[in-house]
């Protein structure tokens, strides 16, 4: 699981990559603000050219989030959007994918409306079940695209085996593993193929930039990105890429409170009389509660839970204080939202109802605040209803 067998998560979190600056000593890794590079002559340069290309700044991410990772690169993108587009562009016309039907409701979006029109072919399924994918997979088949736990209901796909069918069918799977970090989650030790991030989240943190990530498993994956990178140019800027390397050096401490407040509000939820059903892998009813033990060391802070109707939810999120309404997750404040007019809107209301969400359903990012105000925040609006 870990690159450096010597050195644990939180150790390469805060120097892989991270390493003081050898001109200077600075602790922090520089940001390089630059769009070119001075040649010594033609063909004599000091490893960069250009800053689509490479920036020294976005080398020592890259470098720091293959090794949380377990990976050999780690090619990083202006969004999430953007690298989940890259996996795509390493397709060509004519190829199937066979996706989660519960995935975050731009991913769908960038599949059916754009991706389509180029010839490549999707079907989804719900990946909880490996069997399902094994049958969904054709001739043409190229990739399996999955996220676990998955947004907003919190299915959990069997990384282990579904990669054991992906690798028999000789098949691509590919994870989004943005809800877990690889501080409680590591596809690729489990036998996926790359994995995604949105950088946006739990590696950056403090919501103050936007990002992506792919991390590989092979030179050839990584070869092949690090191309889409220069010839699309959809590249992380230098200060976003410092931005994810200050939220990093933290990750592991920010984790562990978001996953022991995590806990205590799906906790509080499950228990709660305005409270329908909670969606948090975390509790012992989850139907895949034994699975997550098995293949996260954490439970982390995302949570659905039912409301009941959208004029219940409407009352609830307009008197809280604590949580902020809004998009995103994974940042240090905890951040509430509204799947079905926010995240997974463009889906229609018959395909929002297809893969049982409903009106009534709000998402939580626990974030790392004194656990007994978020709570009092979740009562106060509880109440309302």
Not at 236 to 256: Q, Y
Not at 288 to 306: D, P
Not at 340 to 355: Q, S, V
């Amino acid at each position: 699981m870990k690159k450096n067998k010597q050195t644990g998560f939180a150790t390469r979190a805060i120097h892989d990559g991270q390493e003081p600056d050898p001109l200077t000593g600075a602790v922090t890794v520089p940001i390089y603000p630059t769009s070119t590079y001075v040649q010594q002559g033609i063909g004599e340069n000091k490893g960069y050219e250009y800053s689509r290309v490479s920036n020294p700044t976005r080398t020592r991410l890259e470098e720091n989030l293959a090794s949380l990772e377990g990976g050999m690169a780690a090619p990083v993108f202006a969004s999430g959007m953007a690298a989940i587009n890259a996996v795509a562009c390493m397709l060509k016309s004519g190829d199937h994918v066979v996706c989660g039907n519960d995935l975050y409701g731009g991913t769908p979006r960038l599949f059916n409306q754009v991706l389509t029109c180029f010839g490549l072919e999707f079907s989804y399924v719900d990946t909880s079940e490996a069997e399902n994918v094994e049958r969904a997979i054709r001739r043409n088949t190229r990739m399996v695209y999955v996220e676990t736990p998955t947004n907003p209901l919190m299915r959990l796909s069997d990384l282990a085996a579904i990669s054991q069918i992906c690798r028999r069918k000789k098949v691509q799977l590919v994870v989004d593993n943005t809800f877990m970090s690889p501080y409680f989650q590591q596809p690729l030790a489990l036998g996926a193929d790359m994995v995604v991030h949105s950088t946006t989240k739990f590696l950056n943190g403090h919501s103050d930039g936007l990002g992506g990530v792919v991390v590989c498993s092979t030179p050839k994956q990584a070869e092949k990105l690090a191309f889409l990178q220069k010839a699309a140019g959809a590249i992380l800027s230098p200060f976003e890429c410092w931005l994810v390397l200050r939220g990093v050096k933290t990750l592991a401490a920010r984790m562990e409170i978001h996953d022991r407040n995590g806990r205590m509000v799906a906790g509080f939820l499950a228990e709660h009389k305005k409270v329908g059903k909670v969606f948090y892998p975390g509790l012992p009813d989850h139907p895949q509660h034994e699975l997550a033990k098995r293949q996260m060391s954490g439970f982390g802070s995302m949570i659905t839970f039912e409301t009941g109707s959208l004029k219940n939810a409407n009352k609830m999120l307009k008197k809280l204080r604590v949580c902020s309404l809004g998009e995103s997750l994974g940042g240090v404040e905890t951040l509430i939202s509204h799947p079905a007019t926010m995240t997974h809107a463009g889906l229609g209301e018959k395909g929002r109802k297809a893969i049982g969400i409903t009106d009534g359903m709000v998402r939580i990012s626990v974030g790392i605040e004194d656990i007994e105000d978020i709570l009092d925040d979740l009562e106060v609006g509880l109440g309302a209803i």
